[in-house]
């Protein structure tokens, strides 16, 4: 087995605020995260992955979040959310549950696909390179709903990869790279957990445990994991987080106490990280 992999979840700006608080607390308590053999990142998790990655500290991740900075406008109408959830409801088959949203992404009036390029650049802001430790990011092909993993060798660049995972499926167009259609690649799992079997220790932070419809939560697959070997520990909000985080995970007014609350959280909980991190 190798050794340590750092799985950094999808949960929009909001969930992505959220993420920064903890990877800056629990940095601040002497754990290197920075040094995993790789990170798996889905959506906001492949954005903040891929800038820690590229030697943003993670404190400069999460004080971004308190002033405001990296401001994401993504409105949700009450029409898209109907129909996300007619389409990734309307099936209890996982794969059948996945085509149907791609089915509908792929119908969905949406804006142009250059914007999520444009968003998804500015949010990576000078990171421009796939950095030297392995990262990997997650993406689902619309046309067939499975996912696929880019990294430094799948010949797209780091923008390309890290803007089809965040292309949320009815919301933000789909994205063309490589001459396939791409969505969000938390549509199925929102973390994708599984993609870190064969490490002996991993730390899964992950912001929304549970992807809309019949997929394997965060959970289920961190019990896997651990039923294989692995010491997993995974990271999800606590009740006092998900009462700031609220239901909207696009509501940018949300970003500077969703961080807050992820900084407290990593506070309580770095000693038992460290315990599986660094042991």
């Given at each position: 087995?190798?050794?340590?992999?750092?799985?950094?979840?999808?949960?929009?700006?909001?969930?992505?605020?959220?993420?920064t608080g903890m990877l800056a607390g629990l940095t601040e308590?002497?754990?290197?995260?920075?040094?995993?053999?790789?990170?798996?990142?889905?959506?906001?998790?492949?954005?903040?992955?891929?800038?820690?990655?590229?030697?943003?500290?993670?404190?400069?991740?999460?004080?971004?979040?308190?002033?405001?900075?990296?401001?994401?406008?993504?409105?949700?109408?009450?029409?898209?959310?109907?129909?996300?959830?007619?389409?990734?409801?309307?099936?209890?088959?996982?794969?059948?549950?996945?085509?149907?949203?791609?089915?509908?992404?792929?119908?969905?009036?949406?804006?142009?696909?250059?914007?999520?390029?444009?968003?998804?650049?500015?949010?990576?802001?000078?990171?421009?390179?796939?950095?030297?430790?392995?990262?990997?990011?997650?993406?689902?092909?619309?046309?067939?709903?499975?996912?696929?993993?880019?990294?430094?060798?799948?010949?797209?660049?780091?923008?390309?990869?890290?803007?089809?995972?965040?292309?949320?499926?009815?919301?933000w167009p789909l994205v063309t790279v490589a001459g396939r259609?791409?969505?969000?690649?938390?549509?199925?799992?929102?973390?994708?957990?599984?993609?870190?079997?064969?490490?002996?220790?991993?730390?899964?932070?992950?912001?929304?445990?549970?992807?809309?419809?019949?997929?394997?939560?965060?959970?289920?697959?961190?019990?896997?994991?651990?039923?294989?070997?692995?010491?997993?520990?995974?990271?999800?909000?606590?009740?006092?987080?998900?009462?700031?985080?609220?239901?909207?995970?696009?509501?940018?007014?949300?970003?500077?106490?969703?961080?807050?609350?992820?900084?407290?959280?990593?506070?309580?909980?770095?000693?038992?990280?460290?315990?599986?991190?660094?042991?």
């Open positions: 087995m190798s050794d340590t992999a750092l799985v950094l979840g999808g949960g929009g700006p909001v969930g992505g605020a959220w993420l308590a002497g754990i290197d995260l920075g040094s995993a053999d790789v990170v798996i990142g889905t959506s906001a998790g492949a954005v903040f992955g891929s800038r820690l990655l590229s030697g943003i500290p993670a404190a400069d991740l999460y004080e971004r979040q308190l002033s405001g900075a990296d401001a994401v406008r993504l409105p949700v109408t009450a029409r898209q959310t109907a129909r996300f959830l007619w389409a990734a409801l309307g099936s209890r088959d996982p794969q059948r549950s996945v085509e149907r949203l791609a089915r509908a992404a792929l119908h969905a009036p949406t804006g142009p696909e250059p914007d999520v390029f444009d968003t998804v650049g500015t949010l990576l802001g000078d990171v421009h390179h796939w950095p030297e430790r392995e990262l990997r990011i997650t993406a689902i092909d619309a046309q067939t709903g499975q996912l696929e993993v880019f990294d430094a060798h799948s010949g797209v660049t780091l923008l390309e990869a890290v803007a089809a995972s965040c292309a949320v499926p009815v919301v259609r791409w969505m969000d690649g938390g549509s199925r799992s929102t973390a994708n957990l599984q993609l870190a079997r064969g490490y002996r220790r991993v730390l899964a932070v992950v912001p929304i445990p549970q992807a809309v419809g019949p997929h394997p939560s965060a959970s289920q697959q961190a019990t896997e994991l651990s039923d294989g070997g692995t010491r997993v520990t995974l990271l999800s909000p606590d009740r006092a987080a998900r009462r700031v985080m609220g239901r909207n995970m696009t509501d940018d007014t949300r970003r500077p106490a969703a961080g807050r609350a992820g900084h407290a959280q990593a506070d309580a909980l770095a000693p038992s990280v460290a315990d599986v991190w660094q042991g």
